[in-house]
């Protein structure tokens, strides 16, 4: 399954990249973390406290348990700060 | 309704008598807007990075929850993204409604979800050193007076 | 701090600008616009009536309580008396805070205060009658949320 | 003792006046109106359901109980509608 996966703020910065193209077969988003975490250490520095990561699938909020059927696009990034 | 997520800078002003000017029968008109603050040893400027297509369904579906929830007439916001300066208006939020708590609590409950569930991300540039905003445990709390039961 | 009562229109964009402009260190800020709504059957205008001296007293205790009760850069008050037309402004408030919790709540507390404490009486002047708007136990009761035990 | 006495809104308009300068020996609010409508009809009709008239003594709000001791100035007028 080829996903679009978008980071964020200090997630971005961390892992050196805004975006990329990425061919997984993680279930869920706790697998896509878990299989980004082996790929590149970057990965690991972006994702080593989960409490602080948020996710989006498709553009909408989702959890870390969510399922990743058919999802074409992820976004990671911390707690947002708007307003 | 007007949502807009801008790069350029707004006059407060000019936007509040435009959304005035454009009401029929309202009584009451809120308006709130977020000003970039100075930082301890001064900021040079602020970032904010969002998440364009994400930003813009956020912010619609706030705004729609908004409109269910109270009666309106109308509502706007107006965010910003990009570089800024201290002063500057960060983002604007107005509702107008024909009783003053409808209008009230409609704009605070806009700008607690702006807060914490639009994505967008906050960077202070200082003088000596820049970081990122951390988000606070008091505005994801202000959440949990909308929550329905 | 601006405290005015006038016969005079003035312009909520222009108002909210100064205001604005003259702040220092303020990250909220947050205004409330009362409007003249029709009436059914039409509205010629409204009068509104008050009483001077008692005007200016009552404003200002309102005000130095909020500020009291709040952390506040600045406050601003505008109320309006004589005849006013559909779609004008009968009063403004304006509140500055570092925090947009207490910009929200002074300016609530503001209205409250000034819908039921301050000497201001309307009257509606329709096609067919004119009559003194009734005071609303809606707003009698919106203060004892201000209350302090 | 001499006191001015304003009336507001509706009471204003029932009174027939705006203001008035009265002599009185009335020791409260309630003593003062009491005194009024006995004077005339008008402040009969004025007066005639207490639930609806507020009063401020020297310009500060006060209760129909209040003492009317060194007061120069008494106001009656309805619940205001301010805002």
Redesign the interface.
């Known amino acids: 399954m080829i996903v679009q996966v ?1 980071y ?3 997630v ?1 910065e961390k892992v050196g990249l805004s975006k990329e193209t990425i061919d997984t077969e993680a279930k869920t988003v706790s697998d896509l973390i878990m299989e980004l975490c082996i790929k590149d250490e970057c990965y690991k520095l972006a994702f080593s406290n989960l409490d602080v990561i948020r996710v ?1 699938l498709d ?3 989702a959890d870390q348990n969510s399922s990743m059927e058919a999802v074409k696009e992820v ?1 990671f ?7 | 309704m007007k949502i807009v997520v801008q790069l350029e800078a707004f006059d407060p002003g000019e936007e509040l008598d435009n959304f005035k000017g454009q009401l029929k029968s309202s009584g009451a008109l809120v308006s709130f807007s977020g000003i970039v603050r100075d930082i301890p040893g001064g900021l040079n400027r602020i970032e904010i990075e969002h998440y364009p297509i994400m930003t813009e369904k956020a912010i619609n579906k706030i705004c729609s929850e908004a409109c269910l929830r109270w009666e309106l007439e109308d509502l706007m916001v107006i965010h910003r993204f990009g570089s800024l300066k201290k002063g500057e208006l960060i983002m604007m939020v107005a509702t107008a409604a024909n009783h003053r708590t409808d209008a009230f609590e409609a704009a605070e409950f806009l700008m607690d979800y702006l807060k914490s569930r639009a994505p967008f991300w906050k960077k202070e540039i200082g003088s000596a050193k820049a970081s990122w905003v951390v988000s606070k445990a008091v505005d994801e709390k202000a959440l949990s007076r909308w929550e329905t039961s």
């Open positions: 978008l964020f703020s200090w971005r989006a553009q909408e909020l976004a990034f911390p707690p947002m700060t708007g307003g």
